[in-house]
């Protein structure tokens, strides 16, 4: 089936301008056409008048947790019918197309991802991690996600699992985090050298990527030499940790979130609202506050020395996550445009899979976003959401419900 | 916000004559008048074109199972198998099954999505929910060994684990006390695998808080036993006789026949469906032959059943249930329900199983609607079940299928 997206102004993820009054053609799926002006619409195609609105690739969001609500009774089947809901709100109601999960439990993120491939269900694309692995007194461990490992075959065979449920990268907790109890700090890390090296060996030997958790210059040095292929956090660093980065072409996710969503901190009627239903605890907030300007000179600095970027939020629930990360990134000095890029070409790429998504493009996937007004003015124009596609499909149409459109 | 329907053929589950050129006027999620001529205002109308309008249709026996009992089911993780249950439950809707009662999957995934559905987080039917079905060791195992059943030995062990449902939030108690047609070995049907006082346990708690109990039981005695009991509903019941059909008629108990189990294999298949439904959904050759063999005694016992005057209902056990709903609804009526009939047990005795008689399985003023639209009269033949037009689930329109879909 073709169909053609007419009068978009389209944002395409590779060149500087806006392609206005554009028409993309999509059929089975793919980007066939991009077209300036309007181009010859085939015979039986379905063509849906953007009328002018915004068109982008699909956001993504590459530190995804899923978990929402957090019912400490809930049974497994229950978790997994929550976890559903919140990738589906997270598709339909703001446009996260894809996710790269960054710790879930019992293996949720991969039954998801096969009900979402096999096309069962209508959820993001998910590139899928599993448990989040970390040590016996190390971090995460009251979510539920954590699964601790204790010396070098400890955390050989939990990868060995891990890979035998169907992962798609290998999650391992180098160091502490802005969320824990005392004893769990992000200047501390965990893993003694024996154990590092046991689990970077046994990944790099079956070609597993590792997402590694690093949120102090020792930890993030330690993942940046023994190969990580992206740090996570980064609250805490050095310029020899972005030096590291550059040489080894490796991924900063700086997740601006943890530290930066607090009270005092909101400064949007959204963060205020986010902010107000995630009810942090006293010690936490000062916690992140505390982390909150270290993290913020690291993120400027890794931005403007060139360190490959991409945007996840290690935020809940999914619907709030990508667009609130992408303001914060604004907000700490990217331009729209950059936390675009890292929500969606950038994004794409550290998934390895930049040759089929990120960017709108003849050959690639279809997954897209509509949006009423210009994300490149004001970023917060991401949420006047009209349209999402997926594979090609429509998946959400908002149009009806958007006011002035 | 009211929705009034009009241009309908009203079989409302109440009387056999259909209801010619009447409205159903909704209100919010409820059914506030029936009638025919001038219709009321309303804030929006259909106008159905001379469909016909029923009740909601169920399947009180399913197991949210992707096809037919397989022998062996591919291995999959708890939430693999939760996501693949919401979605058969789901497409149930889509094909005009707005309720089901589920009697026995795995980790109360029935409950989750029960949850998900009332709460509208997905659209999805109505469960009624029994979480895990409740056997012995060396109980009735259509998985060939590979203990997907949670299996209770002992009176005490059998209270804790109805107590343990009833904690998952449960609606009703699935027992298996005797073996199936989709078994082998130890697994006949003839013995009665509970020992009476496990059987009385289990059935003494669940009524004492409250909870109706379906007990899977195939032989006569094991029936007997099973309503001596206390027992809601008996599902399956291949072997019954005399004394066992008149006592459940006399105790008022249910009875789901599952058809579907022994009738539907390739060397009986009698409708299009039916054949297409056995070539696609392959059973495997010793529970082909089982329900051949079974079936005629399946017959007799329906029959016995109906003559006896047993209360009736739709249950498939067989999957897909948007597909093995509807079989199982023709299959009854082709053995003696009538369309009429068949519909009845698919929707107002079905409805009473599940005890939500006072609110659902009806078309009257009072009730919640769940209701469903058909291009042509299923009175004449019940395959016009299949011609669905739309699907309307606690007031809201879930499924128009009234103009092709758009390109």
Same mark, same amino acid.
């Given at each position: 089936?073709?169909?053609?997206?007419?009068?978009?102004?389209?944002?395409?993820?590779?060149?500087?301008?806006?392609?206005?009054?554009?028409?993309?053609?999509?059929?089975?799926g793919? $980007?066939? /056409?991009?077209?300036? @002006? #309007?181009?010859?619409? =085939? !015979?039986?195609? +379905?063509?849906?008048?953007?009328?002018?609105?915004?068109?982008?690739?699909?956001?993504?969001?590459?530190?995804?947790?899923?978990?929402?609500?957090?019912?400490?009774?809930?049974?497994?089947?229950e978790?997994?019918?929550?976890?559903?809901?919140?990738?589906?709100?997270?598709?339909?109601?703001?446009?996260?197309?894809?996710?790269?999960?960054?710790?879930?439990?019992?293996?949720?993120?991969?039954a998801?991802?096969?009900?979402?491939?096999?096309?069962?269900?209508?959820?993001?694309?998910?590139?899928?991690g599993?448990?989040?692995?970390?040590?016996?007194?190390?971090?995460?461990?009251?979510t539920?996600?954590?699964?601790?490992?204790?010396?070098?075959?400890?955390?050989?065979?939990?990868?060995?699992?891990?890979?035998?449920?169907?992962?798609?990268? $290998?999650? /391992?907790?180098?160091? @502490? #985090?802005?969320?824990? =109890? !005392?004893?769990? +700090?992000?200047?501390?890390?965990?893993?003694?050298?024996?154990?590092?090296?046991?689990?970077?060996?046994i990944?790099?030997?079956?070609?597993?990527?590792?997402?590694?958790?690093?949120?102090?210059?020792?930890?993030?040095?330690?993942?940046?030499?023994?190969?990580?292929?992206?740090?996570?956090?980064?609250?805490?660093?050095?310029?020899?940790?972005?030096?590291?980065?550059?040489?080894?072409?490796?991924?900063y996710?700086?997740?601006?979130?943890i530290?930066?969503?607090?009270?005092?901190?909101?400064?949007?009627?959204?963060?205020?609202?986010?902010?107000?239903?995630?009810?942090?605890?006293?010690?936490?907030?000062?916690?992140?506050?505390?982390?909150?300007?270290?993290?913020?000179?690291?993120?400027?600095?890794?931005?403007?020395?060139?360190?490959?970027?991409? /945007?996840?939020s290690?935020?809940?629930?999914?619907?709030? !996550?990508?667009?609130?990360?992408?303001?914060?990134?604004?907000?700490d000095?990217?331009?729209?445009?950059?936390?675009?890029?890292?929500?969606?070409?950038?994004?794409?790429?550290?998934?390895?899979?930049?040759?089929?998504?990120?960017?709108i493009?003849?050959?690639?996937?279809?997954?897209?976003?509509?949006?009423?007004?210009?994300?490149?003015?004001?970023?917060?124009?991401?949420?006047?959401?009209?349209?999402?596609v997926?594979?090609?499909?429509?998946?959400?149409?908002?149009?009806?419900?958007?006011?002035?459109? | 916000?009211?929705?009034?329907?009009?241009?309908?053929?009203?079989?409302?589950?109440?009387?056999?004559?259909?209801?010619?050129?009447?409205?159903?006027l909704?209100?919010?999620?409820?059914?506030?008048e029936?009638?025919?001529?001038?219709?009321?205002?309303?804030?929006?109308?259909?106008?159905?074109?001379?469909?016909?309008?029923?009740?909601?249709?169920?399947?009180?026996?399913?197991?949210?199972?992707?096809?037919?009992?397989?022998?062996?089911?591919?291995?999959?993780?708890?939430?693999?198998?939760?996501?693949?249950?919401?979605?058969?439950?789901?497409?149930?809707?889509?094909?005009g099954?707005?309720?089901?009662?589920?009697?026995?999957?795995?980790?109360w995934?029935?409950?989750?999505?029960?949850?998900?559905?009332?709460?509208?987080?997905?659209?999805?039917?109505?469960?009624?929910?029994?979480?895990?079905?409740?056997?012995?060791?060396?109980?009735?195992?259509?998985?060939?060994?590979?203990?997907?059943?949670?299996?209770?030995?002992?009176?005490?062990?059998?209270?804790?684990a109805?107590?343990?449902?009833?904690?998952?939030?449960?609606?009703?108690?699935?027992?298996?006390?005797?073996?199936?047609?989709?078994?082998?070995?130890?697994?006949?049907?003839?013995?009665?695998?509970?020992?009476?006082?496990?059987?009385?346990?289990?059935?003494?708690?669940?009524?004492q808080?409250?909870?109706?109990?379906?007990?899977h039981?195939t032989a006569?005695?094991?029936?007997?036993?099973?309503?001596?009991?206390?027992?809601?509903?008996?599902?399956?019941?291949?072997?019954?006789?005399?004394?066992?059909?008149?006592?459940?008629?006399?105790?008022?108990?249910?009875?789901?026949?599952?058809?579907?189990?022994?009738?539907?294999?390739?060397?009986?298949?009698?409708?299009?469906?039916?054949?297409?439904?056995?070539?696609?959904?392959v059973?495997?050759?010793?529970?082909?032959?089982?329900?051949?063999?079974?079936?005629?005694d399946?017959?007799?016992?329906?029959?016995?059943?109906?003559?006896?005057?047993?209360?009736?209902?739709?249950?498939?056990?067989?999957?897909?249930?948007?597909?093995?709903?509807?079989?199982?609804?023709?299959?009854?009526?082709?053995?003696?329900?009538?369309?009429?009939?068949?519909?009845?047990?698919?929707?107002?005795?079905?409805?009473?199983?599940?005890?939500?008689?006072?609110?659902l399985g009806?078309?009257?003023?009072?009730?919640?609607?769940?209701?469903?639209?058909?291009?042509?009269?299923?009175?004449?033949?019940?395959?016009?079940?299949?011609?669905l037009?739309?699907?309307?689930?606690?007031?809201?329109?879930?499924?128009?299928?009234?103009?092709?879909?758009?390109?």
């Open positions: 089936m073709i169909t053609v997206l007419a009068n978009a102004n389209v944002i395409d993820g590779v060149r500087a301008d806006v392609l206005r009054g554009a028409s993309v053609t999509i059929d089975d793919r $980007i066939a /056409l991009v077209a300036p @002006g #309007g181009n010859q619409v =085939p !015979s039986g195609a +379905r063509v849906i008048d953007l009328r002018g609105a915004y068109l982008l690739p699909g956001l993504w969001d590459v530190h995804v947790h899923l978990e929402w609500p957090r019912v400490p009774s809930a049974t497994l089947a978790l997994t019918v929550q976890y559903a809901e919140n990738a589906s709100r997270g598709l339909v109601e703001s446009g996260v197309t894809s996710i790269r999960t960054a710790g879930v439990p019992h293996f949720i993120d991969v998801l991802k096969r009900a979402g491939e096999s096309g069962r269900l209508t959820v993001p694309r998910i590139f899928a599993g448990w989040f692995l970390t040590t016996t007194a190390g971090h995460a461990l009251g539920g996600f954590a699964k601790t490992c204790d010396g070098p075959m400890g955390f050989v065979r939990a990868i060995r699992e891990q890979m035998e449920a169907g992962v798609d990268h $290998i999650k /391992l907790n180098l160091s @502490g #985090g802005v969320f824990g =109890p !005392s004893w769990d +700090r992000h200047w501390h890390s965990f893993l003694l050298t024996e154990e590092l090296e046991a689990a970077f060996t990944c790099r030997q079956r070609g597993y990527r590792v997402m590694a958790h690093a949120t102090n210059p020792e930890a993030v040095k330690a993942a940046l030499r023994l190969g990580a292929h992206s740090v996570e956090h980064g609250y805490i660093m050095d310029d020899d940790c972005l030096a590291l980065f550059r040489e080894r072409q490796a991924w996710v700086p997740t601006l979130g530290t930066h969503l607090t009270p005092a901190q909101a400064s949007t009627e959204w963060e205020a609202r986010w902010v107000e239903r995630r009810g942090l605890t006293a010690d936490i907030i000062e916690r992140a506050e505390d982390a909150a300007p270290e993290h913020r000179a690291w993120f400027q600095k890794a931005l403007a020395s060139g360190v490959k970027m991409a /945007l996840g290690d935020l809940r629930p999914l619907r709030d !996550s990508a667009n609130l990360e992408m303001e914060l990134w604004v907000k000095g990217a331009t729209p445009r950059q936390a675009i890029a890292a929500a969606t070409r950038h994004a794409a790429d550290l998934c390895g899979a930049g040759d089929l998504l990120g960017t493009e003849a050959g690639k996937i279809a997954d897209l976003i509509a949006v009423r007004d210009n994300p490149l003015e004001d970023i917060h124009h991401l949420r006047s959401l009209l349209l999402v997926k594979d090609g499909r429509v998946v959400a149409d908002h149009r009806a419900a958007a006011p002035g459109s | 916000m009211s929705l009034l329907f009009t241009g309908v053929h009203l079989v409302d589950a109440t009387r056999p004559e259909p209801r010619r050129d009447a409205w159903v909704v209100d919010d999620a409820v059914i506030r029936v009638g025919h001529g001038a219709p009321p205002r309303a804030e929006r109308a259909l106008d159905l074109g001379g469909a016909w309008l029923l009740p909601g249709l169920w399947d009180v026996h399913t197991h949210l199972r992707s096809t037919t009992w397989t022998g062996r089911d591919p291995v999959r993780t708890l939430p693999e198998t939760v996501l693949e249950q919401g979605r058969n439950a789901m497409d149930a809707l889509e094909a099954v707005t309720s089901l009662r589920v009697v026995g999957v795995g980790g995934a029935d409950v989750a999505w029960r949850e998900s559905f009332a709460a509208g987080r997905f659209v999805g039917p109505r469960l009624f929910c029994c979480g895990d079905a409740l056997r012995t060791t060396a109980g009735h195992d259509p998985f060939g060994g590979a203990r997907q059943m949670v299996a209770v030995d002992g009176a005490d062990a059998l209270v804790r109805v107590r343990e449902q009833i904690l998952h939030g449960v609606d009703q108690i699935k027992l298996i006390t005797t073996g199936g047609i989709m078994g082998a070995g130890h697994d006949v049907m003839s013995a009665v695998m509970f020992l009476r006082e496990e059987l009385t346990a289990a059935i003494r708690i669940a009524r808080r409250g909870l109706p109990v379906a007990v039981a006569a005695e094991a029936v007997k036993w099973a309503v001596e009991a206390g027992a809601h509903s008996i599902e399956h019941g291949y072997l019954l006789d005399e004394e066992a059909a008149q006592l459940m008629s006399r105790r008022g108990v249910y009875y789901v026949p599952t058809l579907a189990l022994s009738h539907l294999t390739r060397d009986q298949a009698r409708t299009p469906d039916e054949r297409a439904y056995c070539a696609e959904h059973l495997p050759d010793g529970f082909r032959a089982r329900a051949n063999r079974f079936a005629p399946h017959d007799a016992s329906f029959h016995l059943a109906r003559e006896a005057g047993v209360k009736i209902a739709s249950g498939s056990d067989q999957g897909p249930p948007r597909e093995a709903a509807l079989l199982e609804i023709e299959l009854l009526a082709r053995s003696g329900l009538g369309a009429h009939g068949a519909i009845v047990a698919a929707t107002r005795t079905a409805a009473e199983v599940c005890r939500a008689a006072d609110r009806t078309v009257e003023a009072g009730k919640l609607a769940d209701l469903v639209a058909v291009t042509a009269n299923p009175l004449e033949d019940i395959a016009n079940l299949r011609k037009a739309l699907v309307v689930k606690n007031g809201a329109v879930v499924v128009d299928r009234r103009r092709a879909p758009s390109p």
